[in-house]
Structure formats: C-alpha cells, structure tokens
C-alpha cells in the first residue's frame, strides 16, 4: 500500500451505511404508479434514477428509510433489469402495494412542484412521496391531482425562495448525465426525481435549505449573490 506524502491531505474513505443502522426513521416513498405515462426511455432513465437514489441514501451520513411502491409493473420489465441488474440486493424497500395501503393517510406529504404549499421542514412522523415520473413536463400537473385524488397533503421544496432560476429554461445540475436535471416552465421548476431526493438527503444532513440546494447545483452556475442574499443560478436555454 502506498504511503501517502506527508502533508498530502488523507482521503475519506465513503462509509456505506444500511437502512438498520440508521439513526433516521423519516421515511420517503418512490411512487412508481406512473408507467403507462412514460415511454421506453424515460423508463430506463427512471431506473438509473432509482439507483442515483439507493446510491445517494446508503452514502448518507444517516440513510432515509427509502421504499419504492407500486413496483409491480416496473421490476417485471426486461428493460429494468438489463438496466439495474443488481436490484434485489438493494438495501430498499420494494412494494409492490400502492403507498395509501402502507401508510396512514394523515401521515402522507406528496412532493410536487405544482402545490401552492412550500415545505418548510422534515416531520420525523410524516411520510414524504416523491413521484416517479420521467415526463418532461408533458403530463402537467399530474402528481398534484394524483395527491388530490388520494386526499392527502402535498407540498413543494422551497426552491424558488433561495434560488432565482429564469424562467422557460432547463437547469443541469450534474455532469454528464442527461436524466439529471430539472426543467423549469414559467414560475414552475420541476425536477427529477432524483434531484428531489438528493435534496432530501442534503437537507437531512445540512438542516438548511439554501445549503441543501447548493450542494446539489454546480458551482459553476452560480453567478452572483443578488441582494436578497439568494444565489442566482445561471441557466441553459431549452434546445
């Protein structure tokens, strides 16, 4: 084994934790009911964003305890499993059950960029649902009405009150990898599922929003701090 220079700084070596070990009982559910509104590739982009999601939560200081649900028709595709070959020994839990059949309703936060509600804060008692979706923004407003539907609360991550994103552009918030990034339609940003997530497991880590958020933007696209204090996100134009 080499040895290191002295002075060099040491490493971290990433230490890979389970959901048992955790000291966090916040649960977030991944629906997965959304596969009749995705084509073949966005379905094959949900699965990668499905392992960006295992990978970020067993990283976590303190992982969330994660369950993906609705499973049923999404795990028996051939596509999915070429895709994440490796599913079944993730330390997640897969349900095939809808998440109102798991959980209390009262308990039930869905995560959608459409709420007029702006999440302030993780409840340890409240569960957090985060769609499924891969769309770009076809199907609008479908995960609000899905959380109507099912009469149970929703929210959004305060995104526009610590970042200033322009409007009618798409924000790319990781490198080389196209299935990571949010889009944002008028005053509305959505964001993949993933992004959602990550954001989930910074703020977890960071308790503060703005840290959350920037931890998860490239530093890159921060061109200034306007006046408010909120850092201005450089955007790129929709192709």
């Excluded at 971290?12 to 995705?38: G, H, P, W």
């Excluded at 409240?126 to 770009?136: A, C, F, K, R, W």
Aim: aromatic share 10%; net charge positive; proline share 4%.
């Amino acid at each position: 084994m080499a040895t290191p220079n002295p002075g060099e700084p040491v490493k971290k070596k990433n230490v890979i934790k389970r959901m048992a070990d955790s000291m966090s009982t916040q649960r977030i559910v991944i629906d997965l009911n959304y596969e009749n509104f995705m084509s073949e590739k966005e379905r094959m982009s949900l699965a990668k964003q499905l392992e960006f999601c295992y990978s970020s939560n067993r990283y976590s200081a303190q992982p969330f305890q994660l369950y993906f649900t609705s499973t049923v028709d999404i795990i028996v595709s051939e596509r999915f499993v070429q895709t994440i070959p490796y599913w079944r020994s993730w330390d997640v839990f897969w349900k095939n059950e809808n998440f109102m059949h798991l959980f209390k309703s009262e308990d039930l936060v869905y995560l959608t960029g459409d709420s007029p509600n702006i999440l302030i804060d993780l409840d340890p008692k409240s569960v957090y649902i985060i769609g499924g979706l891969v769309d770009h923004n076809r199907h609008k407003g479908l995960t609000l009405r899905r959380a109507e539907s099912c009469g149970i609360r929703h929210a959004c991550l305060p995104i526009a009150e610590h970042l200033k994103l322009s409007s009618s552009k798409v924000l790319t918030v990781d490198q080389g990898t196209s299935c990571m990034k949010g889009e944002s339609f008028g005053l509305k940003t959505v964001l993949y599922c993933f992004l959602v997530f990550k954001i989930l497991v910074e703020f977890q880590n960071c308790n503060d929003w703005l840290g959350a958020l920037l931890a998860v933007v490239p530093s890159r696209k921060l061109l200034r701090l306007n006046s408010g204090d909120h850092p201005t996100v450089e955007t790129e134009k929709l192709a």
